[in-house]
């Protein structure tokens, strides 16, 4: 009896040695992730792999099974369930910057990540206790460039421009090309370009080259407080844009505001109704004089231009 | 970052009103027809060398009042007179001058087109009056009335006949704010 008492407090104080050595140390051997997910799968009660999008507070390595969880955690353990497929660790990989990195640090081209597999902390630790392992694992871990989100919708606003949506990519975080089409209030169009970022965000350069369909615009001319007239009633023209600019924002969302010069170049349509005819004065004179405009007039417009969008990038 | 930023946008802004908005308008084409002029007979005139009547018809500022505040230029290129009223051909015609005058401007008279009939020519009821390059007319254009002379040369008609001229110009206009 007492030989067993003695075996039972001899395993008990093996038992606290290990995991305050464990706690103390912070962390369990590195294993790679994948292998981790392997042995754990249909471990029941085992330590389990979760999406570090479990939520602020939930640590991006191990947690405890479902029956240690709290009520928010619980309801995570499906999204853990199925992160113990091999294809969820990228995803692990994405999310884990969010409990990682201070909240504007994904602004910042570059950021790094820090892989699920880093994170890694004794199975049962107290939640507090795992923010502070973790922090020790983030600055050990080897770090991975985050990949920028390559296509988006951008909406912008201004003169000649009109309103446009275009389809954005985005190869590279310093260039952006974009496609598109919108209104002016007269009729419809289009527009590319191309913008450079040479510092990700910040300070940009664009060219554009757009087009609108020849429309009516003497409702607009009524509308802004001028008279109708012939020369209004097809208007149309094309246009580049040389802007320079501010770009607000890097990674999923970008505001912008640009300025510079436009060029808009276009035909002058119904001119001979505008010149009044010519008149002659000489007795000598029978008929009358006539004003034609057998070729319509080409028209070119340097004006300042500003416009302002935003662009969302949707993956 | 951003605050760092702002500083940018007075340059921005410079850069955009710095450049002051300019209109161009390139008028390849226009024509003024001069209908109904008529010239007059020359009974008893009949020489071997012909004989020559001048014709002249006024046009006032009001075509040129949209373009005299602008700086534009105005060229013409060809003058062509066809026969009206009846008149069949104008075969008769051995040679011909067309000149512009301001009188408000200056007494002198430039030459916008002449024509002489070659050897070879065909029958025909017009006759195209060109130069070898376009006459630069810019200053005419401007002034209050400019006057159009036309004299012809040759075995003319007896009685007054007439005719329609064709002018035809370009233009190029631009305007700076």
């Given at each position: 009896?007492?030989?067993?008492?003695?075996?039972?407090v001899?395993?008990?104080s093996?038992?606290?040695v290990l995991?305050?050595?464990?706690?103390?140390?912070?962390?369990?051997?590195?294993?790679?992730?994948?292998d981790q997910?392997?042995?754990d799968?249909?471990?029941?009660?085992s330590?389990?792999?979760?999406?570090p999008?479990?939520?602020?507070?939930?640590?991006?390595?191990?947690?405890?099974?479902?029956d240690?969880?709290?009520?928010?955690?619980?309801?995570?353990?499906?999204?853990?369930?199925?992160?113990?497929?091999?294809?969820?660790?990228?995803?692990?990989?994405d999310?884990?910057?969010?409990?990682?990195?201070?909240?504007?640090?994904?602004?910042?081209?570059?950021?790094?990540?820090?892989?699920?597999h880093?994170?890694?902390?004794?199975?049962?630790?107290?939640?507090?206790?795992?923010?502070?392992?973790?922090?020790?694992?983030?600055?050990?871990?080897?770090v991975?460039?985050?990949?920028?989100?390559k296509?988006g919708?951008?909406v912008?606003?201004?003169?000649?421009?009109g309103?446009?949506?275009?389809l954005?990519?985005?190869?590279?975080k310093?260039?952006?090309?974009?496609?598109?089409?919108?209104a002016?209030?007269?009729?419809?169009?289009?527009?590319?370009?191309?913008?450079?970022?040479?510092?990700?965000?910040?300070?940009?350069?664009?060219?554009?080259?757009?087009?609108?369909?020849?429309?009516?615009?003497n409702?607009?001319?009524?509308?802004?407080?001028?008279?109708?007239s012939?020369?209004?009633?097809?208007?149309g023209?094309?246009?580049?844009?040389?802007?320079?600019?501010?770009?607000?924002g890097?990674?999923?969302?970008?505001f912008?505001?640009?300025?510079?010069?436009?060029?808009?170049?276009?035909?002058?349509?119904?001119?001979?109704?505008?010149?009044?005819a010519?008149?002659?004065?000489?007795?000598?004179?029978?008929?009358?004089t006539?004003?034609?405009?057998?070729?319509?007039?080409?028209?070119?417009?340097?004006?300042?231009s500003?416009?302002?969008?935003?662009?969302v990038?949707v993956? | 970052?951003?605050?760092?930023?702002?500083?940018?946008?007075?340059?921005?802004a410079?850069?955009?009103?710095?450049?002051?908005?300019?209109?161009e308008?390139?008028?390849?084409?226009?024509e003024i027809?001069?209908?109904?002029?008529?010239m007059?007979?020359?009974?008893?005139?009949?020489?071997p060398?012909?004989?020559?009547?001048?014709s002249?018809?006024t046009?006032?500022?009001?075509?040129a009042?949209?373009a005299?505040?602008?700086?534009?230029?105005?060229?013409?290129h060809?003058?062509?007179?066809?026969?009206?009223?009846?008149?069949p051909?104008?075969?008769?015609?051995?040679?011909?001058?067309?000149?512009?005058t301001?009188p408000?401007?200056?007494?002198?008279?430039?030459?916008?087109?002449?024509?002489?009939?070659s050897?070879?020519?065909?029958?025909?009821?017009?006759i195209?009056?060109?130069?070898?390059?376009?006459?630069?007319?810019?200053?005419l254009?401007?002034?209050?009335?400019?006057v159009?002379?036309?004299?012809?040369?040759?075995?003319?008609?007896?009685?007054?006949?007439?005719?329609?001229?064709?002018?035809?110009?370009?233009?190029?206009i631009?305007?700076?704010?």
């Amino acid at each position: 009896m007492r030989s067993t008492l003695r075996k039972v407090v001899f395993l008990g104080s093996l038992l606290g040695v290990l995991g305050a050595s464990r706690s103390l140390l912070g962390r369990v051997p590195e294993r790679n992730p994948a292998d981790q997910i392997r042995s754990d799968a249909g471990t029941e009660g085992s330590p389990k792999l979760v999406s570090p999008d479990a939520g602020a507070g939930q640590m991006p390595g191990l947690v405890p099974a479902e029956d240690h969880l709290s009520p928010v955690d619980a309801g995570l353990s499906d999204i853990a369930d199925a992160s113990m497929h091999a294809d969820a660790i990228p995803d692990a990989r994405d999310t884990a910057i969010s409990t990682s990195q201070p909240q504007d640090a994904g602004e910042a081209d570059g950021e790094q990540i820090i892989p699920a597999h880093a994170a890694d902390l004794p199975v049962g630790a107290e939640s507090s206790r795992r923010g502070e392992d973790m922090s020790v694992a983030a600055a050990t871990a080897p770090v991975l460039p985050k990949r920028l989100p390559k296509y988006g919708l951008m909406v912008d606003v201004g003169v000649p421009d009109g309103l446009i949506g275009s389809l954005v990519v985005r190869p590279w975080k310093w260039l952006r090309f974009c496609a598109g089409g919108g209104a002016n209030g007269i009729s419809y169009g289009w527009r590319t370009g191309i913008t450079l970022l040479p510092l990700g965000q910040g300070p940009s350069a664009s060219l554009e080259y757009g087009g609108y369909l020849d429309g009516d615009a003497n409702a607009m001319a009524k509308t802004i407080g001028f008279g109708s007239s012939p020369v209004l009633q097809r208007v149309g023209y094309q246009y580049t844009n040389a802007h320079l600019g501010l770009d607000f924002g890097s990674r999923r969302f970008v505001f912008f505001l640009h300025g510079g010069v436009s060029v808009l170049w276009g035909q002058i349509h119904n001119l001979d109704t505008l010149i009044p005819a010519p008149t002659a004065s000489d007795a000598s004179v029978t008929g009358t004089t006539q004003l034609v405009v057998p070729r319509d007039p080409n028209a070119r417009v340097v004006t300042p231009s500003v416009k302002l969008g935003f662009v969302v990038y949707v993956r | 970052m951003t605050l760092r930023l702002f500083p940018i946008i007075p340059v921005l802004a410079a850069l955009a009103f710095g450049c002051s908005p300019s209109f161009e308008a390139s008028l390849p084409d226009v024509e003024i027809i001069q209908h109904g002029l008529v010239m007059d007979g020359a009974p008893g005139l009949a020489q071997p060398n012909g004989a020559s009547v001048t014709s002249s018809f006024t046009i006032s500022s009001s075509i040129a009042a949209w373009a005299e505040r602008m700086n534009s230029k105005v060229f013409v290129h060809q003058v062509t007179v066809t026969a009206s009223g009846g008149l069949p051909n104008l075969d008769f015609i051995e040679s011909a001058l067309m000149t512009a005058t301001a009188p408000s401007i200056s007494e002198s008279t430039t030459e916008i087109a002449n024509y002489a009939r070659s050897e070879a020519a065909l029958s025909g009821s017009s006759i195209e009056g060109t130069r070898p390059a376009p006459t630069d007319i810019t200053s005419l254009w401007s002034a209050d009335q400019v006057v159009i002379s036309l004299q012809v040369t040759g075995q003319l008609p007896e009685q007054p006949w007439t005719v329609d001229v064709t002018l035809k110009l370009s233009g190029h206009i631009t305007y700076e704010f």
